[in-house]
């Protein structure tokens, strides 16, 4: 199982390295946002690994870490339809969801989609009413890889829960987004999901500033088209086109112009 930073090239063994990581590049990440005393700034590596950090910039604490959400953007030099940096989803309306947010990811009619509870790339909310493209980085913290639809329909990531003695298993089609953070309390609420989806196109990469490697896939979901990033550690062979990926993975949405 992967962490959030793992899948994107930056796993970290404690906190201490996470403490020098976000010294090293919170003076020269870029400011994106601002609300009251926070400040959030986010900082890509080469790689298209990307971290919003936000700080409190005044009072007792101030200049202290209160936010960290790691992301993938498409890197410099890759930009074209075929490199993935079209949007992949519309955001229709993002609203707060407890500890996490909730965004309703919608058609060209603007008719939903799906659902799901994420967190946010520009860190700070921004009140979203109107549909608007954006981006879902899928961060795969536990997520196999299946040849095609057969082998993934054959497999038990297919499998909705545990059957009854009896009773025929449910099973997901690849495309499904099913997200844990919108059942139970809000309050305890965590921007994970059950995601499948076929694989369109993947880049591999590698880290400038720690040297790890990971893929980004662009996926096809129900919601759109997703990017799932996989630690190369967890997954040493980039997923293949037609393959399919599925599991829990942690959602941020990433809206370009909020701020």
Do not use: N
Request: charged share 20%.
């Amino acid at each position: 199982m992967s962490s959030t930073l793992g899948c994107i090239g930056l796993a970290v063994d404690d906190v201490d390295v996470l403490d020098d990581l976000v010294a090293r590049r919170l003076p020269d990440a870029a400011v994106i946002a601002r609300a009251g005393d926070l400040q959030a700034r986010r900082w890509s590596d080469p790689s298209g690994a990307s971290i919003t950090m936000t700080v409190r910039q005044e009072g007792q604490d101030g200049g202290v870490l209160v936010d960290l959400v790691p992301s993938y953007v498409v890197p410099d030099g890759e930009s074209g339809r075929e490199s993935g940096s079209e949007p992949g989803v519309v955001l229709g309306v993002l609203t707060g969801h407890g500890r996490t947010l909730a965004a309703d990811l919608v058609d060209a009619d603007g008719e939903t989609l799906t659902r799901v509870a994420c967190d946010l790339a520009q860190s700070l909310v921004a009140d979203v009413t109107e549909p608007r493209p954006a981006h879902v980085t899928a961060l795969g913290l536990d997520v196999t890889v299946h040849e095609d639809d057969a082998a993934f329909a054959a497999s038990d990531a297919s499998t909705m829960g545990t059957p009854a003695p009896g009773e025929a298993a449910h099973k997901y089609a690849a495309g499904a987004v099913l997200s844990y953070g919108l059942f139970g309390d809000p309050d305890t609420a965590e921007p994970t999901a059950y995601v499948s989806g076929t694989v369109l196109r993947v880049t591999s990469h590698v880290t400038a500033e720690l040297e790890q490697g990971f893929h980004a896939a662009r996926v096809a979901t129900v919601g759109g088209t997703f990017t799932v990033c996989l630690a190369a550690s967890e997954h040493p062979d980039a997923p293949q086109p037609g393959s399919v990926v599925a599991g829990t993975c942690y959602l941020v949405l990433d809206v370009p112009g909020l701020w």
